[in-house]
């Protein structure tokens, strides 16, 4: 089993930052990939920022060139580091991961409980 612990959201205004992290605890073997999500009011989940153990990264286009994404392997840890954010990234944010437990295993999945970032006009 794996828990996953999110903090650091909150409310900030336009243009300002927030740095998220994501903390998982377990018997992991290792997180091949690590992913932000968010999710805004009447709207789908969509992906923010993923990833990878080697350290390649994917953005929406709308967060490139503002957010970043780094890990540290060695905690199990994720981060997303959000510059000159928008009213529009208003959303509840998810931190996912796709754990394996043994060399031999498949990745399972695992999401965090969401934190909530609103950021005003």
């Known amino acids: 089993q794996v828990q996953l612990v999110e903090s650091g959201g909150g409310l900030v205004q336009a243009g300002g930052s927030l740095r998220l992290s994501c903390a998982a605890s377990g018997s992991i073997l290792s997180i091949p990939t690590m992913t932000w999500y968010r999710q805004a009011p009447g709207k789908q989940r969509e992906l923010v920022a993923r990833i990878f153990s080697g350290g390649s990264t994917n953005y929406a286009d709308s967060v490139k060139g503002r957010f970043t994404i780094s890990r540290d392997n060695a905690k199990n840890m994720v981060y997303l580091q959000m510059n000159s954010l928008e009213p529009e990234d208003t959303a509840v944010y998810y931190c996912?991961?796709?754990?394996?437990?043994?060399?031999?295993?498949?990745?399972?999945?695992?999401w965090g409980q969401g934190t909530q970032v609103t950021v005003s006009s």
């Open positions: 996912n991961v796709q754990v394996k437990f043994a060399a031999w295993s498949w990745p399972t999945d695992y």
